[in-house]
């Protein structure tokens, strides 16, 4: 059954599994579950590198092993902090301080580990040792849980525990340090140097600058508009259909008046017009698909919308005017054809 949705059912959920009348996680049942599955053979249980491949490893890769556990052990901060690990482990097994010294004395020495791994190395173990094995892990184990469930009645470790940090969370920092982004932003760091310091993307930066209403500088502007330029040129976009239909209109009525710039030859505003006249008239045609372009005019806020390319050409002093596919398909052309005199011949 998956924990519920609703937040004061799912901690009732979580208790009910934590709590000690749960059989589960009783030690009696545990221990009867464990010794229920002593029975069972491994799949690798009699066989050898001889017969099997599956547990042959080569001279070379032993040897590659070797080196890389000895090169770890040289290292100071992880001998300690396996020495850290094997104290803890003594004494949740409540083993004698004395014994315990003793035992880790020789511990940290490269002579006494070799000398360990000579001598366990092909090591064939009886079932009384391999099962004493796994008893001694059953109880690490529940000593364990046990000694939590104490430090978890002590409120001292409770407050500790509430106490602590969270946990880092990459979206959640960089959302929550905004205001240092914005002001970053605005003494001209570089966003990429910004992105590299919460380790994010620099579109992630982006969005908070557009959240907050904070416009871009004019050389991202500049860089946006050349990389554009640069994306639409290298598509190298031949006429399809419609075009090519368009463009045999288009010479029958004004021979060598316009070209085909939609491969990327001219761009404007970031945005590669179809047709343009190479007669001295600033005009511009641009041919839009039934399926494509009517799709994406149903955004509101898209550069499709015809209205809008329109407005964004005369910017720049050019007019526009819009074919669609569905005018080329009609069988009757007499008014695309008038349509495209009158704007040619427009001054």
């Not at 940090?165 to 990459?170: F, V």
């Not at 959302?175 to 380790?199: E, T």
């Amino acid at each position: 059954m998956p924990a519920p949705k609703d937040p004061i059912k799912r901690e009732q959920w979580i208790n009910s599994k934590r709590g000690e009348n749960n059989v589960a996680k009783r030690p009696d049942v545990r221990i009867k579950i464990r010794n229920s599955k002593l029975g069972k053979i491994a799949w690798n249980k009699g066989l050898t590198k001889e017969t099997d491949n599956r547990l042959f490893v080569s001279d070379k890769t032993r040897q590659n092993m070797q080196s890389a556990s000895k090169k770890r052990w040289r290292d100071s901060v992880y001998r300690e902090k396996m020495l850290k690990i094997s104290r803890e482990n003594l004494k949740i097994l409540n083993v004698n301080p004395e014994f315990q010294e003793k035992r880790l004395k020789g511990f940290n020495k490269a002579e006494t580990r070799e000398k360990i791994g000579d001598a366990s190395r092909g090591r064939k173990l009886s079932e009384k040792h391999k099962e004493n094995i796994k008893l001694s892990n059953l109880k690490h184990r529940f000593s364990k849980r046990k000694k939590m469930k104490q430090l978890w009645q002590d409120p001292s470790y409770i407050q500790k525990m509430a106490n602590r940090p969270p946990s880092r969370n990459k979206r959640y920092d960089v959302w929550n340090d905004s205001q240092f982004i914005i002001q970053s932003y605005l003494d001209n760091v570089d966003a990429k140097k910004i992105a590299q310091k919460y380790n994010c993307s620099v579109v992630t930066i982006y969005s908070i600058l557009k959240k907050n209403n904070i416009p871009r500088r004019p050389n991202v502007i500049a860089n946006q508009q050349m990389y554009s330029e640069k994306r639409l040129k290298n598509l190298c976009k031949s006429p399809n259909k419609p075009e090519q239909k368009l463009n045999l209109i288009l010479q029958s009525l004004f021979p060598n008046e316009w070209k085909f710039v939609g491969d990327g030859s001219f761009i404007l505003g970031g945005k590669n017009p179809d047709f343009m006249n190479v007669n001295g008239q600033k005009k511009l045609i641009e041919m839009y698909g039934d399926y494509w372009h009517k799709k994406y005019t149903t955004r509101s806020q898209d550069y499709y919308i015809p209205e809008k390319r329109i407005e964004l050409f005369k910017q720049f002093g050019f007019d526009t005017l819009i074919i669609w596919e569905s005018e080329l398909k009609s069988k009757d052309q007499s008014k695309l054809l008038e349509k495209l005199v009158s704007f040619n011949g427009k001054n």
